[in-house]
């Protein structure tokens, strides 16, 4: 039985978090890289949409994952920042469905749930807990933290 390889992908239209995994048949998490997507705040939302699926496509062909979990839209405070939001997860989804991964989405709490044990965490803890559980020497960034729990809740919801 091999590993299992999962992209976690916190979309966004200036930057967007990646973070790849793979759990083995002794059901460990390893870590196999992260970062982030930056998108020029300089261009149009349709180039910076079009960045952000050639990115995503290039991440998919490099590490080939078998699955991704990415995050279930939410209400913002700001009408703008939903919609951009709805743009680039759009725009993943498309990616990812274009390349037949397959796709499951968490809200936010559960990711939080999962990753601190506390629906209601912070972004800080929710990094240091990333951090702890994969074993990390730096704290990674917000985004990329982000997208890792993902990942993480993903592997630890599914059943092998």
């Known amino acids: 039985m091999s590993n299992l390889r999962v992209i976690g992908i916190d979309p966004g239209t200036i930057t967007c978090g990646y973070g790849i995994l793979e759990k083995d048949p002794r059901n460990n998490i390893i870590y196999i890289d992260s970062g982030t997507l930056r998108l020029s705040r300089n261009r149009s939302l ?3 949409l079009e960045s952000l699926y050639n990115g995503v496509n290039r991440l998919l062909k ?3 994952p078998r699955e ?4 279930k839209v939410f209400f913002s405070l700001s009408i703008n920042a939903a919609l951009g939001l709805g743009h680039a997860r759009g725009v993943v989804l498309l990616a990812l469905a274009s390349e037949k991964i397959s796709i499951k989405e968490y809200s936010p709490n559960e990711v939080k749930k999962s990753v601190t044990g506390y629906g209601r965490a912070e972004k800080r803890q929710v990094q240091q807990m990333v951090k702890t559980i994969l074993d990390l020497k730096h ?3 917000s985004d990329s933290a982000d997208a890792l729990a993902l990942a993480i809740c ?4 599914m059943r092998l």
């Open 139 to 141: 704290t990674p960034p």
């Open 154 to 157: 993903h592997l630890n919801t």
């Open 62 to 64: 490099e590490f080939k």
């Open 46 to 48: 349709p180039e910076r």
């Open 68 to 71: 991704a979990a990415i995050e």
